[in-house]
């Protein structure tokens, strides 16, 4: 495995990720969120459908109606709505910040539900990326601000998906998944119109949201390569660095400067990610050492 080239193309993938959380931002400027998520939604899930029917896979399949897959697009949902509606709410940085604590409700999602078993480093571990989460949202302090719980909602209802799709049948595409997932995004868009009277874009918003629906796609392809080219644990610590980007973004575009208490809740989620990340390739490791090898059985 070339895990030098698996982290950059990680790194590559969360700027692209970012750059799209940018265009997104500005054009909410002008443009009810709506009309972005059903343009961002039907997009992405029309290319990802051509790109499974090539393969021979449809998307009009009653797999899409398997328990696992309906928990995934739930998931899926409510995170993409909470993440898309707090970046016209929050901060770019302190929304970010929140959705690193992802990894972390993977893990939980894991112990209790996949079975997974763990010790005390990574209790200890997960303990601590959530005093960060409380930190970065300061509760009962005259800093809080409500909105920053959809920051929260969106890891919450990413890390469902992820769990989901951990156990997602093998019989089932990951672009017909894709798919799915974007059409999801689609469907929260329509029920926002409901909410609010729709303002179409423009020329400029439209192409700032097709680049949008682009960087999104390729940052998708390019954390998938990511993912099959480098050991998982040598890679998967660089989805950090889009809270670097986040950061710098927020800075350049929206002249926004995360407060100190925003950092020193994020360092403590980051930290608290690489540690369980890192501990379980150890333990990983571990268990491989340690699996008897069968003996060779001579012909008789």
């Given amino acids: 495995m070339d895990n030098l080239r698996g982290a950059a193309l990680m790194v590559l993938a969360m700027g692209l990720f970012a750059s799209e959380d940018v265009l997104v931002k500005i054009v909410s400027e002008r443009v009810t969120l709506g009309v972005i998520l059903v343009g961002l939604g039907g997009v992405g899930a029309t290319i990802f459908a051509i790109m499974a029917a ?3 896979h449809s998307v009009f399949s009653r797999r899409f109606f398997h328990p ?4 995934r697009n739930l998931g899926e ?3 993409t709505a909470c993440f898309v509606i707090g970046l016209t709410l929050v901060p770019l940085g302190l929304l970010s910040a929140l959705l690193q604590a992802n990894p972390l409700f993977v893990n939980i999602g894991a112990i209790f539900f996949l079975g997974m078993t763990v010790g005390w480093r990574r209790w200890l571990a997960i303990g601590i990326g ?3 989460v409380v930190i970065i949202l300061r509760p009962g302090a005259e800093s809080f601000r409500i909105e920053a719980l959809l920051g929260l909602g969106a890891a919450i209802g990413l890390a469902v998906r992820d769990v989901a799709t951990r ?3 093998k019989d089932i595409h990951p672009l017909q998944t894709s798919s799915w997932g974007f059409f999801m995004g ?3 868009g329509a029920v926002l119109l409901f909410v609010e009277p729709p303002a179409l874009p423009g020329a400029s918003d439209a192409g700032l949201l097709l680049g949008a629906t682009a960087l999104g796609m ?3 392809y390019a954390l998938t390569r990511a993912m099959q080219t480098g050991d998982v644990p040598s890679v998967t610590p660089f989805r950090y660095t889009r809270l670097v980007y986040a950061i710098f973004f927020a800075l350049v575009f929206f002249d926004e400067v995360p407060d100190v208490w925003t950092l020193v809740g994020a360092a403590l989620i980051v930290g608290a990610g690489l540690y369980t990340i890192i501990r379980e390739a150890r333990v990983s490791r571990a268990a491989r050492r340690a699996k008897p090898v069968a003996s060779p059985v001579r012909p008789t």
């Fill in 54 to 56: 090539a393969r021979g």
């Fill in 68 to 71: 696992v897959i309906v928990i």
């Fill in 77 to 79: 949902l409510v995170g």
């Fill in 130 to 132: 959530l005093v960060g």
């Fill in 167 to 169: 156990i997602t049948p």
């Fill in 186 to 188: 689609m469907v929260s």
């Fill in 218 to 220: 390729m940052g998708y």
